[in-house]
Structure formats: C-alpha cells, structure tokens
C-alpha cells in the first residue's frame, strides 16, 4: 500500500508539474509559485480538519513547516525553469539530486534498510533520470536546452521537502502538511512583494494556479501516507518518478525531441519502479 501511495503522489506531481509550467509560460512564474501555495494551504488545512490527529506535537509542525520551506524554494526555481526550459529537462534534472540526496540520509542518518530489489532500484533510477534529462542534439539557447540550472536549484528543495516530511509522526495527522503550507506562503512572501504588478492574473489563469497548487498538496498529502507504510527511502524514490509524466506529455504534446538515450531513460525509470515496488 506505501508503495502504491507513493506511486499516485509522483503521478499527480507529474500532472501538477506539467499544468504548472505550462501555466508558467503565459503567466509570470512567482505568481503561478504564490498563489498554488495558497490554494495547497486550502486544501491541506481542510484535509488536516477532517483526518483524525491524537498527538500533534510541536516538533511534527516544524518538520512540516520545514517540508514547506523546501517545497516553496522546489516550486520557485521549477516554475522558473519551466516558464523557459523545456519540460523534459527541467522536471528530470530536478529529481535526479533530490533522490540522490534523500536516500543517501534515509540510509546513513535514518537507519533506512532497503532489500536487495530496492537496492537495484535505486541504482537504476539516478541514471535513468539523468537519461532522461539529457538534452543534446537541442540548439544552445533553445527551449529544449534551457532550465537546467534551475531543475537543479530546485532538486535541493525537493530533496529537503521529502526528508522533512517524512520525519513528521502519524500521529500528527496532516497537519504537517498544513504548516509547511504555511511556511512556503510565509517564505514566498518576499518573491510576491518583488514582483508586485506581475503577480496580477486573470481570474482563469488565477483559478488554475490555485488548483495546481491543490493538486501539490494533495501529492504531498499521499507521499507523507507512504512514509508511514514504506521505507522513507523508497518512498521517496518512488515519488520522485514524477518526471516520466510530464516528460511524456512534453514529448506529445509539445513535441519536444525524444532521443534514444531520453528512451532508455524513460525504460530505466519503469524498470526502478518495478523494483522499488518489489524491493
């Protein structure tokens, strides 16, 4: 069941990634990053109201809030990217360190210990990520060579997200999720007060920005589920193949370039799955 969570939480990360860079290149950024805050801290807060929490200790609400510091620097920098990367770059790239980075302290500081499947898992999934995030045969300068940069800063507040949460007890119910909400809103602040008139939308642009943001924290809602059945581990490992989604959809509906070694990619990321689910 950790894993199935786990699995549906990277799904609707790569729906909402997707949405939200797309979202990103009509609209500025920083207003598509504030106001999907907002719309997560509605939906989580009323979520945490209707879940039952016997012990919500403070110490659980600060490793929600600094979840949502990660979370709020993650979704910064990747809106970023994507407001001028291209989709099949910037989504993988961001992935590639946080997984490197979560797993590595799940095992040497959390006394994480995966099977031997999920052992092969985790060394197939940075590669096949990096794969994926491969962009040669793009022109320097073109969308489909852009970004990187930013999925990387981005990657260190996923990295920081996942960790973070998963420290948090059940016993706390969802409200971890609810403080980094308000945590990322409360570090953004200074992002909306810079870009002042930018952060006007219409009202379409505005309704969509906050459901992208619903949908964020509903997968972070299911990732925090899965670290209560799951090794933290591989629980983020899992979540972390958010990117084959919108890297598909990129390919499809863009038509952005697939090149073989984007394919043995998409193939590795699979194959770690299958793995992890097992391991």
Do not use: K
Not at 1 to 30: C, E, K, N, Q
Not at 72 to 86: E, I, Q, T, V
Request: hydrophobic content about 60%; charged content about 10%; overall charge positive.
């Amino acid at each position: 069941m950790g894993a199935l969570l786990a699995l549906t939480s990277a799904v609707i990360y790569g729906v909402v990634d997707f949405a939200g860079g797309i979202l990103s290149r009509r609209a500025h950024f920083a207003a598509v990053t504030v106001l999907g805050q907002l719309g997560g801290l509605l939906l989580a807060t009323t979520a945490a109201l209707l879940v039952p929490a016997p012990a919500v200790r403070p110490t659980d609400l600060l490793w929600g809030a600094l979840s949502g510091v990660g979370s709020g620097a993650a979704m910064h920098f990747l809106n970023r990217g994507l407001s001028h990367g291209a989709m099949s770059t910037v989504v993988p790239v961001s992935a590639v360190t946080s997984v490197s980075l979560s797993v590595l302290c799940g095992v040497l500081l959390l006394g994480d210990r995966p099977g031997a499947l999920a052992w092969a898992g985790f060394v197939v999934t940075v590669p096949a990520l990096w794969l994926v995030a491969d962009d040669r045969g793009a022109l320097p300068g073109s969308v489909a060579s852009g970004g990187v940069t930013d999925g990387l800063l981005a990657s260190a507040g996923v990295a920081v997200q996942y960790l973070a949460l998963g420290q948090a007890a059940a016993a706390s119910g969802l409200w971890p999720v609810a403080a980094g909400r308000v945590a990322a809103v409360l570090v953004l602040l200074p992002v909306a007060v810079w870009h002042g008139r930018e952060m006007r939308l219409p009202t379409r642009d505005r309704t969509q920005a906050l459901l992208i943001g619903a949908g964020a924290a509903l997968g972070l809602i299911l990732y925090l589920l899965a670290t209560q059945q799951q090794l933290l581990a591989v629980a983020v490992v899992l979540a972390s193949l958010y990117p084959a989604l919108p890297v598909v959809l990129g390919f499809v509906l863009l038509h952005e370039p697939l090149t073989r070694r984007r394919a043995i990619g998409l193939i590795g990321a699979a194959a770690a799955t299958v793995l992890l689910t097992l391991g």
